[in-house]
């Protein structure tokens, strides 16, 4: 469909800043996108300038977020904080022995590659009518349309093999596991926040914002989790003081950031 419009370069930015082109701000979390989320938080801990581009334009790999940085154009948020990471000499994980990296590469992954897929399944196919009502205010037909790509990407991928009630499990187990190994630390590993905390800030933000509020994984979430629901908070506070000013409040103002 043409709504997603190919990636526009080449402007005069400002040297030494990234522009992080990303979709339009969320409704109640500043991105419908967990990996926007992600790479945002990650621009703000590693303390990176960046200027935001927001629009329905995908980068060189048909997706958003990505970024232009000095003439670079770049897709896919783990790269994108590798490469930013590397240039800049960055090393948000400097505190991590060996098996710590391992352990967050494995979060990272569980986040990035599988509980995205629960999530865009609960938000696009099982509860498709609540999330036109309350999260989105994309057409109808387009609505339509993600949640027939959705649909045939999960089956590809092998999540949407799986019924509503198997993938509930699989979402809740999640982030079962995420608030046992969280346990009473401030952040994944410890006092500090580190990389893979953007990733898992990014995608639960999803769980606790933007599915509608009959997801059971959501309750789940809410009702059952009270260290994970404390670090989100703590998260926000560090990250996102702005937070409020980065949503759209359900769609009854413009966000102003």
């Known amino acids: 469909m043409a709504f997603f419009k190919k990636k526009e370069c080449g402007k005069d930015y400002p040297k030494d800043t990234v522009i992080l082109h990303q979709f339009p701000r969320g409704p109640f979390a500043p991105s ?3 990996f926007c989320v992600k790479l945002e938080t990650f621009l703000r801990m590693a303390k990176i300038p960046y200027q935001n581009v927001h629009a329905y334009k ?5 997706k958003s977020p990505w970024i232009e940085y000095n003439g670079v154009v770049l897709g896919d948020s783990q790269l994108i904080m590798s490469y930013l990471s590397e240039q800049l000499e960055i090393n948000l994980n400097m505190s991590l022995s060996k098996e710590q990296r391992a352990t967050a ?3 990272q992954k569980m986040v990035d590659e599988y509980m995205y897929w629960s999530v865009l399944l609960e938000r696009w196919v099982y509860h498709r009518g609540e999330t036109s009502k309350t999260l989105t205010k994309l057409p109808s ?6 949640g027939r790509r959705t649909k045939n990407m999960t089956h590809a991928q092998g999540i949407g093999r799986h019924s509503p009630e198997e993938v509930d499990r699989i979402l809740e187990d999640d982030l079962t596991a995420l608030a046992d190994f969280l346990g009473e630390k401030k952040f994944m590993f410890g006092d500090e926040p580190t990389e893979v905390d953007c990733a898992v800030f990014g995608q639960v933000s999803q769980v606790k914002y933007h599915v509608p509020e009959t997801v059971k994984a959501r309750k789940y979430l809410e009702e059952a989790l009270p ?6 908070d703590r998260m926000k506070e560090t990250f996102w003081p702005d937070w409020e000013e980065c949503t759209t409040k359900g769609f009854t103002t413009e966000a102003t950031k």
């Not at 995908?58 to 048909?62: A, I, R, S, Y």
């Not at 037909?141 to 993600?146: C, D, K, Q, T």
């Open 32 to 34: 419908m996108s967990g």
């Open 58 to 62: 995908t980068g060189p790999k048909g």
């Open 141 to 146: 037909l387009f609505v339509w349309e993600i």
């Open 105 to 107: 590469r494995a979060f």
């Open 227 to 232: 260290n994970l629901n404390a670090y989100m």
